[in-house]
């Protein structure tokens, strides 16, 4: 059985999803994947969500348990024989607490960096109002959505399917080097979105790189209720 790093609650997850020229993610394709696709289309992801009750084998974290996430990530797939292993890669993950990101960076070599997020959640019977931000050259950022407060399950084949149903996360480390490290929850429900707003500072925070997801639409936002998730501390170099 795989040892695990981390636990935690991933709760009201946010995604609002770009369609961009594959030709702008290739710098940051880690080693021994390629892109992945939805009917032709490649994607990036604005996403937010709650991280909740988390732990480091299986050690609570005191006071720093419960904080936002805002992250960009694309997707790719690792063909392994006739296995196919679908997988993230992340831009940039922002969370507020610096010993968080620390933890991160040095053991998973990812992007984090802590600066100010805050969220809040104005819920009722009928509808779920959802607000991520962060805080960059003392501006916020937003990222909204009010959802019906029905869970649906996702559909196979479904965009929906494919933006969730990723479980592997790579990183590059450098040209000749990427890790692979695997995610494990179930199959999440999602509720159906009834009204969005997202004010967000790609090129300021993401690079020039991202620049024209500031005039962008996207092309679909989503939200799944989440659940409990674990991440197994076995990396593979690839």
Same mark, same amino acid.
Not at 48 to 57: A, D, N, R
């Given at each position: 059985m795989a040892t695990t790093f981390l636990r935690a609650k991933w709760l009201n997850i946010i995604m609002a999803n770009y369609v961009v020229d594959p030709a702008i993610l290739m710098p940051y394709l880690p080693k021994g994947v390629e892109l992945d696709t939805h009917e032709g289309k490649t994607y990036v992801s604005l996403v937010?969500? @709650?991280?909740?009750?988390? *732990? @480091?084998?299986n050690l609570p974290i005191p006071l720093l348990g419960t904080f936002e996430e805002i992250n960009l990530r694309f997707y790719v797939i690792r063909k392994i024989g006739n296995e196919r292993r679908r997988g993230v890669v992340f831009i940039n993950e922002t969370v507020p607490n610096k010993l968080v990101a620390l933890v991160a960076n040095k053991l998973y070599k990812e992007h984090y960096i802590a +600066?100010?997020?805050?969220?809040?959640?104005?819920?009722?019977?009928? /509808?779920?109002? =959802?607000?991520?931000? @962060?805080?960059?050259?003392?501006?916020w950022s937003t =990222?909204? +959505?009010?959802? !019906? !407060? /029905?869970?649906?399950?996702?559909?196979? $084949? *479904? =965009?929906? &399917?494919?933006?969730? &149903?990723?479980?592997? $996360?790579?990183?590059? +480390?450098? &040209?000749?080097? *990427? =890790?692979?490290?695997?995610?494990?929850?179930?199959s999440w429900t999602i509720h159906p979105i009834l009204n969005s707003?997202?004010?967000?500072?790609? %090129? %300021?925070?993401? $690079?020039?790189?991202?620049? @024209?997801?500031?005039? %962008? &639409?996207?092309? !679909?936002i989503m939200m799944a209720s989440g659940s409990e998730i674990s991440v197994d501390w076995r990396r593979n170099e690839i």
């Open positions: 937010g969500f @709650l991280f909740k009750k988390t *732990s @480091l084998f +600066v100010p997020t805050k969220h809040n959640w104005d819920n009722n019977d009928k /509808e779920l109002d =959802i607000t991520y931000q @962060l805080k960059h050259n003392n501006k =990222i909204n +959505v009010t959802a !019906s !407060s /029905e869970k649906v399950m996702m559909q196979k $084949g *479904s =965009i929906e &399917e494919y933006i969730y &149903e990723h479980y592997y $996360g790579y990183t590059k +480390v450098n &040209e000749r080097k *990427s =890790i692979e490290y695997k995610v494990n929850h179930p707003k997202i004010d967000f500072d790609f %090129a %300021a925070f993401y $690079g020039d790189d991202f620049k @024209l997801l500031n005039q %962008a &639409e996207p092309q !679909s």
